[in-house]
């Protein structure tokens, strides 16, 4: 089974993780390697994801989250914030039905409040639409931090701290968690970094604490199916452990 590496019946998996995180990175340096503008890269990229969230459903992954736009992202030239802002639209436009039909419904994290109106309005239809029959959820980390997050955790809890209506001494990791973007959302098994950058660049530091890491040098517009089956067949050969001593 081994050596068919990424065409393995994805039913042969012993063990599928229910949420898979991705940091899909390398769009820019697959366009700078072809003579291509950067904003060629984000396109292409955008095609891996319509292949992986077909690849996810087909595994059976319930969760995908895919950070697309961090709160770093903000400081880069105007020209290509824009430009994925547009891609982004665009997405939503070209995958709707791709999404309804694969009852594959779409939620969001990050700091909405800074995207365009336009992107606004479209996200809040797209997830009503979708809310209403699925099977999968497609998370879009959007102008996310993850420190951020956490402050503003922090922040909901003290409020209720100064207000009464939360003892301090009561405050818990599960409080915590229950103050974050998506508390109902299980926290990932697995988070895969494509373009083999070694960090977490500001993505669900809270949510990731016992996540088996995977990076790929592939470069996120090359990373399809193929690539995706990999990753699940190497989080297969991980040896779980949760800081205790039971091999698997
Ligand atoms: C990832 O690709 C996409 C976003 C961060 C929006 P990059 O644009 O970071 O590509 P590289 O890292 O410059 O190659
Ligand atoms: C991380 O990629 C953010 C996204 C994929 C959206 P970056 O390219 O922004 O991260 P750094 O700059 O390499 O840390
Ligand atoms: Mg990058």
Redesign the pocket.
């Known amino acids: 089974m081994n050596e068919v590496s990424g065409k393995l019946e994805t039913s042969q998996l012993a063990n599928v993780p229910e949420h898979v995180a991705i940091i899909?990175?390398?769009?820019?340096?697959?366009a700078k390697e072809r003579g291509l503008p950067?904003l060629k890269?984000?396109e292409e990229?955008a095609q891996s994801v319509r292949a992986v969230l077909r690849a996810a459903k087909k595994a059976q992954v319930n969760y995908l989250t895919l950070y697309?736009?961090?709160t770093e992202?903000w400081v880069r030239p105007e020209e290509e914030v824009q430009g994925?802002m547009n891609l982004l639209s665009i997405f939503m436009d070209r995958y709707k039905n791709d999404l309804l039909k694969n009852k594959i419904r779409l939620r969001v994290m990050g700091q909405i409040e800074r995207l365009p109106q336009k992107v606004q309005k479209k996200l809040a239809k797209l997830m009503e639409e979708t809310a209403r029959d699925y099977e999968y959820t497609l998370i879009l980390a959007l102008s996310y931090g993850s420190r951020l997050e956490i402050a503003e955790a922090a922040k909901a809890i003290a409020r209720k701290a100064a207000a009464g209506e939360l003892d301090p001494e009561a405050v818990t990791e599960e409080t915590v968690a229950q103050h974050l973007y998506l508390p109902d959302v299980p926290d990932p098994e697995l988070m895969i970094r494509t373009?083999g950058e070694l960090r977490l660049s500001n993505f669900l530091l809270w949510q990731l604490s016992y996540a088996e890491l995977y990076v790929t040098d592939t470069y996120?517009p090359d990373f399809r199916e193929e690539q995706f089956f990999q990753a699940l067949e190497a989080f297969n050969q991980r040896g779980r452990r949760y800081g205790g001593v039971k091999n698997k």
């Open positions: 899909m990175d390398g769009n820019g340096r697959w950067r890269g984000h990229g697309a736009f961090s992202n994925l373009s996120w």
